[in-house]
């Protein structure tokens, strides 16, 4: 092969540098660094490259773990919590339809505590074509424990790729983190490589429960109603912790690295219209650029999706008196209730004085352009209370030379 | 932020490709070459080779300017590796003025100007190399992605200089094919012509001259009119692979010769475009002839055609043949 791209991690990184590399790749090599024993996953575009990645470092020899190819995405999810039960580090990624077979066993690490860490390629569900495109999936499959935390580029999808390892150590709950397909899997960005031992004094893996021989017990058994609540409780109780060990994991980046990342990102948020607009993923870099020559909005970027960060959102909108809130988000629910990301944010404010819209756009991997960031600014400049209904799509095609109008 | 960085201007390029000849990788080295934040994307399509692609840079030392994740509508220059696309693709669209259309090809300058006088350009300026003849002298190979970025630097030697672009080749690519792509590189300059029109403004790095809404083809159908499976009957289908000329890129094109074919049918079934075309004879699908339309010249059919001994010399000839196109 005459393009060698996981070329810089098959040496020892010392120093940090400069790379430039696909967001995939940029995936395999943090994933690299973090040492893991076992990676197993089924390819599915796209996210293909970043597995592809990791199977060049071990078959170089510069990474020491098991590489399991399996049949299905199921056969992967169900063998990776079981190598992770069983003590060992463990990577997986997926996306789409495959994040979809997988839903049958995404419960039980989380049950078992297991801190499996699993990349998500964004992708569309099939639904009525088939689309390799780029939509939130995830946010329609994020409700059974797992954390999950949303990367805006290649940058912080690397960065992703070792802070998730962290937080799946520290809150032994599997983490999944998230870039949005193609637009940052498939594009090459520069980014800063840190150094291999930072990385590894910054994951170190720490005794936890595994499976073991000496003391035998069975996992996952059948359980009477005598006792289920009591182990979902157990799991809430523990749950209820994990916001505050993800901030904990991003302050020690910040000092590693100098990276600041929170849970909650704010820009601009003293603007004289009071408005608001809230979304995660590849989009926040659209509209901060898009920022630098527009002031009238301001811009909240959500990192951390599982679990929500409610009550902090709730004291950042109390405190700047934000009154319009918008959502741009590229996921849809065809249940006449909120699309997710939406339908997450109305509940953790529910009570203040809010006016909230949400636009559902770039479904399929459309393009978000600067066009539906100023539509959907000028959009909300009308728009005085929460009659009618709160969502719509925009920026796309009603019929032949005819635009939908978004109708609030 | 220094108020230096904070003005640094944004080079936005786009390269307009055929799956395979590299416009991705073209982008990719761009990004690599810049001092600074750079971004570089492909459109997302189906990546098939022959089929148009196009790829995106976003370069500035200001990295809020290029920390957008959206594709590139206005930009300021654009390369073509391939002349044929001219005719399928726009490649002009939403193009700054002032700015450079780089095209590879061996067409004179007046017909590259009607054809893409057809888009109505705003005022720019081209470049046009024969970077196809090049490859094939310095690479045997007709990938000219490498040396469109020659022509670039002549161009706008603004963005960054032959060593930073030498630099990012010999870290793409393994030692022996980075060497000859950079002695390739090293002739482009001095190649390509440059044909400035008198009309154009200064070339500016702020403005944008996209359309509203041109991401979004406003003539497809739309929801209303959606199919209520959302099928796609044949009988609706504007274009597909049928129309695009795949073929146009191959330097070679399989050629039959029906005398010493003798219907064994292999190449029909090796060909990965079916350019193998059969007619029905009596019940039996007989090969006629070669698809020089999506041809792209594997010449697959060509190492499967078992040729036929001609009655006279005693001499073996295949009846399929690649032949050169210019």
Redesign the interface.
């Known amino acids: 092969m005459?393009?060698?791209p996981m070329n810089p991690f098959f040496k020892k990184i010392k120093e940090p540098v400069e790379l430039?590399m696909t967001g995939n790749y940029a995936v395999a090599g943090g994933v690299t660094q973090t040492d893991p024993d076992v990676i197993c996953a089924f390819p599915i575009t796209p996210q293909t490259q970043s597995v592809e990645g990791l199977s060049d470092v071990v078959n170089h020899g510069r990474l020491k773990a098991a590489f399991v190819n399996v049949e299905s995405e199921i056969a992967a999810l169900a063998y990776s919590t079981a190598t992770c039960a069983a003590g060992a580090r463990t990577f997986i990624a997926t996306a789409s339809q495959g994040l979809l077979l997988m839903a049958e066993c995404l419960p039980m690490p989380v049950g078992w505590r297991v801190p499996l860490t699993m990349m998500i390629s964004a992708r569309a569900f099939n639904s009525?074509?088939i689309s390799i495109?780029?939509s939130w999936e995830f946010t329609l499959l994020s409700g059974f424990g797992w954390n999950c935390i949303v990367s805006?580029?290649?940058q912080e999808t690397y960065d992703a790729s070792i802070i998730a390892s962290r937080i799946s150590e520290d809150t032994l709950f599997p983490t999944h983190f998230v870039h949005?397909g193609?637009?940052?899997s498939?594009?090459?960005?520069?980014f800063m490589a840190i150094p291999d031992e930072d990385v590894l004094k910054y994951t170190p893996k720490k005794p936890r429960h595994h499976i073991q021989t000496q003391r035998p017990g069975t996992w996952g058994s059948l359980i009477t109603p005598d006792y289920f609540m009591e182990g979902r409780l157990a799991l809430e109780l523990e749950k209820n912790t994990v916001l505050d060990k993800i901030e904990t994991a991003f302050r020690d980046f910040e000092k590693m690295t100098g990276r600041a990342y929170h849970s909650i990102e704010t820009y601009n948020l003293d603007n004289p219209s009071k408005t608001v607009c809230i979304t995660m993923g590849?989009?926040v870099?659209?509209i901060?650029?898009?920022m630098?020559d527009n002031k009238e909005i301001g811009l909240i970027k959500l990192r951390t999706w599982r679990p929500f960060p409610a009550e902090q959102l709730r004291k950042i909108i109390e405190d700047h008196n934000i009154e319009k809130i918008f959502i741009l988000e590229k996921d849809d629910d065809l249940s006449g209730h909120l699309p997710p990301v939406a339908a997450s944010i109305s509940t953790s404010l529910v009570g203040l004085p809010i006016i909230l819209r949400s636009f559902i756009v770039g479904l399929g991997?459309?393009?978000?352009?600067?066009?539906e960031i100023q539509y959907a600014t000028m959009k909300m400049r009308d728009v005085n209370d929460n009659r009618g209904k709160l969502y719509d799509y925009l920026?796309?095609?009603?019929?032949?030379?005819?635009?939908?109008e978004v109708n609030f | 932020m220094s108020e230096i960085v904070k003005d640094a201007p944004r080079f936005l390029v786009r390269f307009h490709g055929r799956g395979g000849q590299g416009a991705v990788t073209a982008a990719q080295l761009c990004s690599m070459a810049f001092d600074g934040p750079a971004t570089c994307m492909p459109t997302f399509g189906a990546e098939r080779m022959g089929s148009p692609v196009a790829s995106f840079v976003k370069m500035s030392q200001n990295y809020e300017k290029v920390r957008t994740n959206e594709q590139v509508y206005s930009p300021q220059y654009v390369a073509v590796l391939d002349d044929s696309l001219l005719f399928d693709v726009d490649c002009t669209a939403g193009m700054v003025p002032g700015g450079f259309l780089v095209i590879n090809t061996c067409r004179p300058i007046e017909e590259i100007k009607e054809i893409i006088g057809k888009n109505n350009p705003l005022a720019i300026h081209i470049a046009l190399i024969d970077a196809t003849n090049l490859a094939l002298e310095y690479l045997g190979r007709n990938i000219t992605n490498t040396l469109i970025l020659g022509a670039l630097l002549k161009v706008a030697p603004e963005i960054f200089t032959l060593a930073q672009l030498t630099d990012a080749i010999a870290e793409q690519f393994s030692p022996k094919i980075a060497q000859k792509n950079i002695d390739a590189i090293k002739v482009v300059p001095d190649a390509t012509q440059v044909f400035m029109d008198e009309n154009a403004p200064e070339l500016s790095y702020d403005k944008d001259f996209k359309t509203a809404w041109s991401h979004i083809k406003i003539d497809n159908i739309g929801a209303k009119e959606w199919d209520l499976a959302g099928v796609w009957h044949v009988d609706q289908i504007d274009g597909g692979s049928r129309r695009v000329n795949t073929g146009a890129w191959g330097i070679s094109v399989a050629q039959y010769h029906p005398e010493y074919c003798i219907q064994c049918g292999n190449c029909a079934f090796i060909c990965p475009d079916f350019c193998i075309l059969r007619e029905e004879k009596d019940g039996k699908w007989e090969v006629v002839g070669v698809d020089e339309f999506h041809c792209k010249g594997c010449g697959n059919c060509v190492e499967v055609c078992p040729g036929k001994k001609d009655k006279e010399t005693g001499e073996k000839h295949k009846a399929l043949t690649m032949r050169m196109k210019c």
């Not at chain 1, 498939?186 to 520069?190: E, F, G, N, P």
């Not at chain 1, 991997?365 to 066009?371: E, H, S």
């Not at chain 1, 920026?395 to 939908?404: F, L, P, Y």
Request: glycine share 8%; proline share 2%.
């Open positions: 005459s393009v060698q430039t009525p074509n495109w780029n805006e580029n290649v949005d193609f637009i940052i498939h594009s090459a960005q520069k590849s989009m870099g659209n901060l650029t898009w630098e991997g459309r393009d978000v352009t600067k066009d920026g796309v095609r009603e019929s032949k030379g005819k635009m939908w």
